[in-house]
């Protein structure tokens, strides 16, 4: 799950930006989170990294909001 101040890393590991918040999402049954992420990785459906205890957590920047009911 994502957590304020993780990295945030593309596909070569390189540092793109950090997480503001994160946490879990019941509807989702996984952890969401918002993260500051520099150009391009601004696009929708770019796919990101956050480092997690040693393994690399694969993400994809999505517009808000992350559940439409």
């Known amino acids: 799950m994502p957590r ?3 990295e945030v890393v593309d596909a070569e590991g ?3 930006g950090h997480v503001t918040s994160g946490t879990m999402s ?3 049954k996984k952890g969401i989170g918002m993260a500051y992420v520099t150009k391009p990785y601004w696009k929708e459906g770019a796919e990101i990294y956050i480092p997690i205890r040693g393994k ?3 993400a994809v920047i999505t517009r808000t909001p992350f559940y439409k009911g």
């Open 4 to 6: 304020h101040h993780y």
């Open 56 to 58: 690399s957590a694969k």
């Open 14 to 16: 390189k540092v793109v």
């Open 26 to 28: 019941p509807m989702l």
